[in-house]
């Protein structure tokens, strides 16, 4: 059985950073891309960012373009998250899920078709 197990949630003041940290357990196979999603309360869940399984290919969102970073580590069975330049309108559960459908240079953010399993989620609170 494989799982993602997110970590490094917190509450934070506007203007500051976080690194969120991804975990991957009992893949078979390294063929799996990462991406990151988050849910605001009264919100529909949106995708963040994500990393090909070869890390050749990232993708952000509007949203975040220029401000977060995400990247694997060693082993690459953890990613990483990076959150800079924080604000209000970034306050959600963030959560990290991997997708074996696609190529190895491959990710998605526009759709959440293929990714699974999703890890349980972890707060990210932005407030003075």
């Known amino acids: 059985q494989s799982q993602v197990v997110e970590s490094g949630g917190g509450l934070v003041q506007p203007g500051g950073s976080l690194r969120l940290s991804c975990t991957t357990y009992?893949?078979?196979?390294?063929?799996?891309?990462i991406g990151w999603f988050r849910q605001a309360p009264g919100k529909e869940r949106e995708g963040v960012a994500c990393?090909?399984?070869?890390?050749?290919?990232?993708n952000y969102a509007a949203a975040v373009k220029g401000r977060f970073t995400i990247s694997r580590g060693s082993p690459r069975s953890t990613i990483f998250l990076q959150m800079n330049t924080l604000g209000p309108e970034d306050t959600a559960v963030y959560y990290c899920?991997?997708?074996?459908?696609?190529?190895?240079?491959?990710?998605?953010?526009?759709?959440?078709?293929?990714?699974?399993?999703w890890g349980q989620g972890t707060q990210v609170t932005v407030s003075s």
């Open positions: 899920a991997a997708d074996s459908s696609v190529y190895s240079f491959e990710c998605k953010l526009n759709s959440e078709t293929g990714y699974g399993p």
């Open positions: 990393i090909s399984s070869d890390g050749g290919t990232i």
């Open positions: 009992g893949f078979t196979s390294g063929y799996y891309a």
